[in-house]
């Protein structure tokens, strides 16, 4: 193994970012990748603790509604229907 490899091998164990790279996860997921006895199931992407993957679909789903950046292409997306 190059010196490379094991630094992207790191980067991507990595859940305690709030870079928005990794998204949602539930916390089975979390709990996998967490090393040690004290456990933070909360989702690394928005701070709240999804069970099952339906919850995480569900929060992937309310947050790109929430934005800005969708409202705006929603409301591009109606006038150009309007004509
Ligand atoms: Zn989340």
Do not use: W, Y
């Not at 790279?21 to 909360?42: F, L």
């Amino acid at each position: 193994m190059t010196p490379k490899d094991e630094k992207t091998k790191v980067r991507a164990e990595r859940v305690d970012t709030k870079c928005g790279s990794i998204g949602h996860m539930t916390a089975d997921e979390i709990k996998k990748r967490t090393i040690g006895p004290d456990v933070n199931v909360s989702c690394p992407d928005c701070g709240e603790i999804h069970l099952t993957p339906e919850d995480v679909t569900e929060a992937q789903a309310k947050k790109l509604t929430a934005t800005p950046k969708f409202k705006k292409i929603e409301a591009d997306a109606e006038q150009q229907r309007k004509g």
